[in-house]
């Protein structure tokens, strides 16, 4: 079972605390910063690398002075220039470079998928009874791009994910 802010399933997942707009009196562009901060320490300040390919971003178009890739893990909606602050998101930045880098560690499930013609890598962290989060990797020839990453509210949302994972599963053991 997984929970919340640094506690553990068995003796291998430690996870950052959520970040909370309450932490922040309410005060939005305050915790958007702080948020930013993570993300910059995670993704552009450091180097990570899955599966030994290094991880780099999508910076163009800078939004505000902030990476494309950081309003994909932040904010949701269909229409790129219309999409909105996603709290849920915004909560776990931090759980996203702990994913990429122990996915393998921890026994995350992890499965190929095409999605708009690109090549895609779910990595999915289930939670016992709460949200699912999971983030999707963009692979190019010579590294990685991370996407986006996302929680899974709602079950119809888990079981099309499980449903994907279970089609790949076939398709390997094929």
Request: proline letters at 4%; hydrophobic letters at 35%.
């Amino acid at each position: 079972m997984f929970l919340y802010g640094g506690v553990k399933m068995g003796d291998k997942l430690k996870l950052p605390n959520l970040i909370i707009l309450e932490s922040f009196n309410g005060v939005f562009q305050a915790y958007f910063e702080a948020v930013y901060e993570i993300f910059k320490r995670d993704f552009v300040d450091s180097k990570p690398v899955f599966n030994k390919k290094q991880l780099r971003l999508k910076t163009h178009p800078l939004i505000d002075g902030k990476e494309y890739t950081f309003y994909h893990f932040t904010h949701s909606g269909d229409i790129e220039n219309e999409r909105l602050p996603d709290f849920r998101r915004m909560e776990r930045i931090g759980w996203a470079k702990p994913v990429i880098e122990e996915y393998n560690n921890w026994g995350l499930k992890i499965w190929p998928q095409i999605r708009n013609g690109k090549d895609r890598l779910c990595i999915w962290l289930e939670f016992e009874n709460d949200l699912d989060y999971i983030v999707i990797l963009d692979v190019r020839t010579n590294y990685i791009l991370p996407w986006t990453a996302f929680v899974l509210e709602y079950e119809h949302e888990k079981r099309k994910k499980q449903k994907e994972y279970e089609a790949y599963l076939k398709t390997r053991t094929a």
